[in-house]
């Protein structure tokens, strides 16, 4: 497999102005593997209690998802529960139960760790770490995190992003781990500590790319009615990584594509509870919207 994502699978209880949903399929890694898969194979590396239904990982491999990194551990599968306001921006974490996840230590069976590519979807940088050291010589490592990590782990954080080339972040975490108010220096500034590549996630207002040898700025894709953001960013991880590793290349020019692609595949995310959209895309579905996007952008 030349993708590999590291994450959570999860069970979310989640409340908006629409609707609510209760137990719905979520976690990075299950999101992630969903939209990446439409460019290329994913391995997904990860952990569930006994309480995980069987479907749902059977619905993974038909997409093209390799499943046979995923532990099956005794207890209850990691939960969360969370309230949007009516603004999208603003979101109260009403329980978070780790279960299983507390003691996940990954393991990446032989066959996967020759991975090119690899995305570190936000977990603890320990977890994330341990998970790395078992892929024998990565291309293009991207790493994802929050302002949890940031506070309560930030020397193990440092260290991790010495051996990534890439990181994911909101325009909050990215002001707390630089200490920087302005964002444009708040990323130069992470990007010292070791990536080379900093990728700023701001919502509804789009994503900046910046790197040597590139620095791009893309809006959102204009979704006529955001009905859960759960998961967004996760998708715009595995449209970005799923499109680079499809292109095997790093080039300034596949950046700006996969950045295009990400944020196709985080539009059709938000569209639906849990991966009720995103699921239910083609890869001529993203194809569609990556062109009208394109219109969008282009001069």
Known sequence: MSLLVVGTLA????????DRRENALGGSAVYFAISSAHFTPVSLIGVVGKDFGEEHLADLRQRGVETGGVEVADGETFRWGGRYEADWNTRTTLYTHL???ETFDPKVPAEQREAEFVFLANASPTVQ????????SPRFVVADTMNLWIDVARED????????????LNDEEARMLSGESNLIRAAHKVRELGPRYVILKKGEHGAFLLGDDVHFALPAYPVT????PTGAGDSFAGGFM???ASARNLEAR???RAMLYGTVTASY???GFSTEDCGARTREDVESRFNELMDFVSP
């Open 254 to 256: 596949t950046l700006k």
């Open 242 to 244: 799923g499109y680079l």
């Open 225 to 228: 009615e955001v009905v859960d």
């Open 129 to 136: 770490a341990k998970a790395l050291e078992q892929v024998s």
């Open 11 to 18: 069970y979310d209880s989640i409340e908006t102005v629409h």
């Open 269 to 271: 995310c938000v569209q």
């Open 99 to 101: 279960n299983v996840l």
């Open 157 to 168: 954080l440092l260290a991790l992003l010495r051996k990534v080339d890439g990181l994911v």
